[in-house]
Structures are given as C-alpha cells and as structure tokens.
C-alpha cells in the first residue's frame, strides 16, 4: 500500500500546473521599475545551467541518480515555477520533471542508495553528513512543488519523516542536522549547519495541510526552533536573513526586537545603489588570498529583498534592492552575478557560474514574489 501511495504521490508531483505563489502580506508594490527584466532569459539561463548539472559526471551518483547542490539545483528548484505564469507554461520544464523523479526515486529508494559522499580521512564522517544535508534538501524541493497544488502528498512526508529521523536530538546541537562540510562558504562550511537548518524550517513553514501543526512533529519543532534561537547571536549575516525568510512561515524564530534590529543591520549594509553584496553579510577568506568582492550581487540583494518581502517589512529598502535586480540582469545571459567566497574563479567556466547561478534563483524569487 505505502508503494502504490507513493507512486501517486510522484504521478501528482509529474503533473504540477501552474504554481501558487501568491502575494504574501509583505510584498512591495510592483511600479515600472521592476517590470524592466527579461523573464525568458532568466528561464533560459537557469534551464541551460540545470542541464548542465544533470549531465555533469561529477554530479552524479547511484541508481541513476545527481547530487542536488546548493548552489545550482536547489536555486533552480525553489525558483523556475515562479516563472512560469509569467512565461505562459501550464506545466514543468523538462528539466524540472529530471529534477523531481531524482528526488522521488532518492526517497523512495532511502534505504537503497548511497548517501551523496562516502567517508574519506579527511571527511570521517561525511557519509552520515551528506545523508542529513540530502534529507533536508528534499524535504525543501517536495514540499515547494506540494504547495504550488496546497496538498502534501505521501512522498513528501516520507521526506519529512527521513528528515526528522536524522534531526539531533541531545547535546549543544540538538535540533540541527550534521551537514557536510568542504570548507566552501557559505553552503558547505562550518557556519552551514546553521544555514541548514533554516532550511529545513523554510520546508516545514511552507508544507501544505496545515503540516507545521501535525502533533508529531511538535517535538521536533520544539528542537529546531530551540537551535534556531540558542545559536542565532553566533551568525553570521547570511544566515540571519534566512531566518528572517523563515520566520515569515514558521512562527518562534524571532521576536520583535531581533526582527527590527536585523532589519535595520540590512538597511545600513544597502549600498548606495541599491543592491547588497555577500561580503558584507560575513566574515569571508578566500582561500588563495585573493580580495573579495566588494560590489552588489544578485545572490545578496535577491535573498534579502525577498526576505524583507516576505517577513512583511514593506520598506524602502525592498524597493531599492528591487530596483537594483531590474537593472542588473545580463543581457548576454540573463542571469545576475555573484562571485565565489572561496577564491577567484573564472566567471566564463561551469564552476565559475556556481554563485550566479544561485544568484540568479534569488533574483527571481524576489522579483516574481513583487508581483
């Protein structure tokens, strides 16, 4: 029976119509500023960059299945269907139908596949890690595919039920998830654990049927929001404005003084024209001594506006920073830039257009959620 659910729970997923993303009570209003960007060639880029990955030999792994990145495929998943009333498609790109059987066929399969990394000496632990880090990052996907129908299939809370199982549940890390760790900021380092777990709130918080309140996860959400809050002092920027996105869905991740301290931090990190930059919302090194980028970035000014946006702050800033993501698309490729926190990469190279690529999936969700 479990089997036959959740083959119709991928056959629901396989036929997605036109995504919900309604307007939330924070979104600013949308004026000729931000009307000026080229939504096809956003939908290209990211399409031409998620083909890319799923034929890359690097990403993939067994049963006939690729790595889910966080910088390339979870940006692409979070994003590409807010583009699609715009665009005037009825259903999910091809690439996007690539992407959902091989998360299906990954937690279908959980106790079949190999975890995403094996242990290694200088990662002891990395399998255990990687387990963890895929179990939330499908949790995300599912229940951001899930919501655009507002039902919850039985596939998605079975990768909820492989998230929870791999929640800590003692220790001073208790209510996070290990994560792996590579040394590459900000999504694979040692202030990624944090970041994680953001992320699996952000999938609770927008899991259809009233999911955040089913009684046997209020555990476990008791954890989460108790790491959440014990460790959020200790963050750097980045992930403050995370949880400033998560604490639109999922209440108890801040309160009122934490929510208008960090909102004004971002007002005074806004540069003069308008957009953000990822060096300013941490403490970076690159690895080879190289100076970091200073300028605004997509990656930076996309998830900050959106996290203004959502979080129901209506500011001037959001507006700005909309502003700024309107007129700094490329239009040769029609992604926005962002540059590696770890060293200087050539921007014209597959590896090079890692940070763009998450870049350029914030910039739209920000852009489309103005709407």
């Given at each position: 029976m479990?089997?036959?659910?959740?083959?119709?729970?991928?056959?629901?997923?396989?036929?997605?119509?036109?995504?919900?993303?309604?307007?939330?009570?924070?979104?600013?209003?949308?004026t000729a500023?931000?009307?000026?960007?080229?939504q096809a060639a956003a939908a290209h880029y990211l399409d031409s960059r998620e083909i890319w990955w799923q034929s890359w030999n690097a990403a993939k792994r067994d049963h006939t299945t690729v790595c889910v990145s966080c910088h390339t495929v979870l940006p692409y998943a979070l994003s590409r269907s807010s583009l699609r009333n715009s665009l005037g498609e009825d259903t999910p790109t091809e690439q996007e139908h690539v992407l959902l059987n091989n998360v299906l066929r990954r937690v279908t399969m959980w106790n079949e596949v190999k975890p995403f990394y094996p242990n290694s000496k200088s990662g002891p632990t990395?399998?255990?890690?990687?387990?963890?880090?895929?179990s939330v990052l499908n949790a995300l996907i599912l229940s951001t595919y899930d919501a655009q129908k507002n039902h919850l299939t039985d596939i998605t809370r079975s990768a909820f039920d492989n998230m929870w199982a791999l929640q800590i549940k003692s220790g001073e890390?208790?209510?996070g998830w290990n994560w792996q760790n590579f040394h590459l900021a900000p999504w694979e380092s040692g202030e990624s654990q944090y970041n994680g777990s953001v992320l699996a709130a952000i999938a609770v918080g927008r899991a259809?049927?009233?999911?955040?309140?089913?009684?046997?996860?209020?555990?476990?959400?008791?954890?989460?929001?108790?790491?959440?809050?014990?460790?959020?002092?200790?963050?750097?920027?980045?992930?403050?404005?995370?949880?400033?996105?998560?604490?639109a869905k999922l209440p108890g991740l801040l309160n009122g003084r934490e929510r208008s301290a960090l909102v004004a931090e971002l007002a005074a990190k806004q540069h003069p024209d308008g957009g953000w930059s990822v060096n300013d919302l941490g403490t970076w090194k690159r690895r080879d001594d190289t100076p970091e980028e200073t300028k605004s970035d997509g990656l930076a000014t996309g998830?900050?506006?959106?996290?203004?946006?959502?979080?129901g702050a209506g500011r001037p800033e959001a507006k700005r920073?909309?502003?700024?993501?309107?007129?700094?698309?490329?239009?040769?490729?029609g992604n926005?830039?962002?540059?590696?926190?770890?060293?200087?990469?050539?921007?014209?190279?597959d590896i090079g257009r890692f940070m763009s690529d998450a870049a350029t999936g914030f910039a739209v969700l920000a852009l489309e959620n103005s709407h």
């Open positions: 479990k089997t036959a659910r959740l083959l119709l729970s991928i056959l629901a997923l396989s036929n997605l119509a036109a995504p919900c993303f309604g307007a939330s009570a924070g979104n600013v209003e949308k500023s931000t009307t000026n960007w080229n990395l399998a255990t890690d990687s387990r963890a880090t895929e890390r208790a209510g259809p049927d009233n999911y955040r309140n089913s009684p046997k996860i209020q555990e476990n959400l008791r954890l989460l929001r108790g790491f959440l809050r014990r460790e959020y002092g200790e963050q750097p920027l980045l992930n403050k404005v995370y949880v400033l996105w998560a604490s998830l900050t506006v959106l996290a203004l946006e959502q979080s920073g909309l502003a700024w993501l309107a007129q700094n698309q490329s239009q040769e490729d926005w830039s962002a540059w590696s926190l770890n060293k200087k990469r050539d921007p014209s190279t």
